[in-house]
């Protein structure tokens, strides 16, 4: 077994509760529904002005702040101010917590409930039921409304946040005046999967997992969700980047037995995983892996991706990343023919840089320039 | 802890047995090395007609016949036999267990030895010394001159295969005729060695790892060498084998649950792993996965590749497939380049196949046929 440690800190996240809950594409009530969020900027009289960023994978609402738990910027922050392409002079900036997560929307660390919603005693766990990325919109669009947003001027996200902006246009077309998916797909690949399933397997092999009640136990999951961790960076970097940083640097020739770190790579990795394990919960990576796993929006239009945007009037951005092998220009082109197939009006590019899938988030001038070029396009047209 | 699984059977392999032993590349010297290996085909009277295969990372002698442990069939024997490729009425074809191996050679698995050669009453472990390609090699050419061979026809192999014929070629370049580097490269990327430190991760987090010290607990570390062996695989892969193959289909549309197989990809891969695990041993994967990771001709020499090959007589067959992601292509157009540079004969191929870098040990009509002709090729021009 390894050392116990302690467990993720209890923040309290700003929220809002839908006691009614919410009912889930299988079938099951989660009653109440918590959906906790940040905004950035004022929401204008007209509440014409409001941007909602969905988060990757392992992100969070605290998208241009201090985040709580680590102390570090936030995850978008230099996208973010005045300014800058995400303009909080101008728009209203929204980000939620995904259903199934681990800071503050209903997920799995939190008390499981009957279908009545009364408080059954212990956490979820692994009884926490499967959620869809549609699952996750269905839930932003609670917290939109309460806002008393009617249309949101854009959503955006990259990665799984460009699969929930996908699934916004498709599900709620009339409140998404603007989508921006970025370094994203229409579907999860069987590579990915397989790489998601690695990470899934590594959890489920550490002793402390204890099929799920590792918080009953006092435990963390953490050397399998390190591993986890560890596989699913390498499909966030490129080759290149990868060979730039940390290329066959030996970190002291004299070191060369089976145990110890020898190429700076492995060190970096390491230490990728056991920040990683401090301040991400076990349970929700496994959940929130399988909601991208089970993505696939042409599957939900009768295997017609175009049907799923027939007659919208959205505004679309694409943007890829040429380096990206997680999600490759290939299936935002894909997209793309299915968006001009539904005659969407859609703008793509791909941005050249050799950071790879990360580059969404690093600084990419391009890409900048560009998503802010048409974020500013939008709000001029709405006289924003 | 897991469930004991037996540890892996006693093989009487076929062996030679070196009393002074082999001194590494670290500057430890080994005694006894034994090399274990198999041979197909006839020695011809002027022994001229040897080729030796060299196997790649989780390989091992057994290629043209049925495995001692798994009772499978040989990892290549769709290219060996009469009439085939590589074909046994006409040529002598050697392999080895790599140094480091276990299924014969000396590996961590063999009881330590102190300099003089004496036992010590336990199994090396982790206090294995590091090997290299090139220590490898070294223990393949005192098997190949006791063999009373002076010269080999050719080496072959694929993968970690292929670095060894590199380093075949560049350290005995009067006793390789032709040399068939396939799938490989002249060093391990950033990319493949953080996969390998992924495996690693797993081996060495999983409690039944013992600290390498497994056997004496009567245990092996089958769920860390599962996972191991799992992102492995999908690297072996390429992207459109894993969709045709395992796709997106649905295993049962009623099995949403959080913890069972829903992917056939995650339960075929999941197979994958477990079946590994009889067969192989984590020290050994450990030991020889450091070697590929330590991997860099181009070092050896000063950083200048070319160098490897200055002067040499050997004649070159390189080749690489199409949707191999592990060693790309354009690894193998670097080495051309650089033998181009040394003057070498070099022929290059690049076989268009899906499969990715599994190709190499499949059914690859062009690949056989242009590996086969040149082979034949060299053989004739010997008169043999």
Known sequence: MSAPIAPLPVVDHQRVVFADGLT???????????????????????????????????????????????????????????????????????????????????????????????????????????????????????????LGIGRLLAVIG?????????????????????????????????????????????????????????WEEGRIPAKGLAVARMVAHITYLSEAALSRKFGRRLRGAAALTLLEDVFEVESYLRHQGSTFVRRFDANSYLTITRAMDYFDLAAEHDGDLAAAFRGTRTRFFVASFSTDWLFPTSES???????????????????TSDKGHDAFLLDEPDFHHALGGFLAGCADRLGI
């Not at 699969?163 to 998916?181: D, G, I, K, N, S």
């Not at 790489?195 to 397997?201: C, I, K, L, N, Y």
């Open 24 to 146: 889930l594409d299988c079938g099951q009530t989660i009653a109440p529904l918590v959906v906790a969020y940040r905004t950035y900027g004022t929401l204008n009289a007209a509440k014409s002005n409001a941007i909602l960023i969905c988060h990757a994978l392992t992100g969070d609402q605290y998208v241009a702040e201090l985040h709580p738990v680590t102390g570090k910027g936030g995850w978008w922050q230099t996208i973010i101010g005045p300014g800058k392409p995400l303009d909080t002079e101008r728009y209203f900036l929204i980000c939620a917590n995904v259903l199934g997560g681990c800071m503050g929307s209903t997920g799995p660390r939190d008390e499981m409930t009957d279908s009545a919603g009364c408080g059954l005693g212990r956490p979820w766990g692994t009884d926490f039921p499967n959620v869809t990325i549609r699952d996750m919109v269905r839930a932003q669009h609670r917290l939109v409304t309460s």
């Open 333 to 351: 082109r894909a997209l793309v023919r299915a968006l001009n197939k539904a005659a969407a009006n859609v703008s793509f590019v791909e941005i």
């Open 158 to 214: 990259g990665s799984m946040g460009g699969m929930q902006v996908l699934e916004w246009a498709a599900t709620f077309p009339q409140t998404v005046y603007a989508a921006a998916p970025i370094a994203a797909a229409s579907y999860h690949s069987a590579q990915n999967i397989a790489f998601h399933e690695v990470g899934r397997a590594a959890i489920h092999s550490d002793p402390d997992w204890q099929g799920g009640r590792y």
